[in-house]
């Protein structure tokens, strides 16, 4: 890295920008070191011209745009509080904050949108057919558990999670929602692995290939095991 900091180069170009939203990782620390060091050395050399290149800029919420605006000299290393505490909305627990939100997005938006190019595929890829979205609606296969936790959901997550995950979110209904919402979308992903696999079955007899997202590593595993040739890819690979 200090050799990097003297070579003098005129231009720094990264792709897949959105793999430098977190802040702690190392490879965000060293690509913000080497384009505003905390402390620049007498024979750093700064790099005048960046280009971040991303097709997701936003993976989940704005301050994972904070870095990008470093890289790009748009914002200082030392002010993600104050972008936090810009675009970003809190309630206070006792001695626990909550996030609850977002704030003004148009600003924030008017603001990156000065030296934001945005192309859409449509527009530079015009050879690519257009996708087709063809919704399945399947039942569940363990309906049962899915209305249980619907019903009473602490109880349940006392019961299949334990009491501490209950002990977590006891202060806040706000939290409660949240984590409920997530836990009934995870026990709805399990419940769809069979009508899945089944009807992917005839996939497997031909030549074509398919790719099957999903949000939950236990999903993956389970689809995985239907078909244990299969190239997985999740966020550890």
């Not at 909550?98 to 527009?123: M, N, P, V, W």
């Not at 009491?163 to 209904?173: C, G, L, M, T």
């Not at 009934?184 to 497997?204: E, H, N, T």
Request: charged content about 25%.
């Amino acid at each position: 890295l200090p050799v990097l900091k003297r070579a003098g180069f005129k231009s720094i170009i990264i792709d897949e920008a959105h793999s430098i939203k977190d802040t702690d990782a190392k490879r965000t620390r060293n690509l913000l070191e080497l384009v505003a060091p905390t402390k620049p050395g007498p024979a750093d050399k700064p790099i005048p011209s960046r280009l971040a290149v991303t097709g997701t800029p936003i993976m989940n919420r704005p301050p994972e745009l904070f870095t990008l605006l470093v890289f790009l000299g748009k914002a200082e290393r030392s002010g993600y509080d104050r972008f936090i505490q810009r675009f970003s909305r809190f309630e206070r627990h006792g001695l626990r904050t909550q996030f609850i939100g977002y704030k003004d997005l148009d600003i924030l938006h008017k603001e990156i949108s000065a030296f934001t190019l945005r192309r859409l595929k449509k527009d530079v890829l015009k050879q690519l057919p257009q996708k087709i979205y063809r919704p399945i609606y399947t039942a569940i296969t363990n309906s049962e558990e899915y209305r249980e936790a619907e019903r009473n959901f602490l109880q349940w997550l006392r019961k299949n999670v334990g009491p501490e995950a209950v002990e977590r979110i006891a202060f806040s209904v706000r939290a409660q929602i949240l984590v409920q919402m997530n836990y009934l979308r995870q026990i709805a992903a399990r419940g769809k692995v069979a009508p899945v696999a089944a009807f992917l079955k005839p996939c497997q007899e031909t030549s074509h290939k398919v790719i099957t997202f999903s949000n939950f590593l236990e999903v993956i595993a389970s689809l995985e095991k239907q078909k244990p040739d299969s190239v997985t890819v999740i966020g550890a690979t």
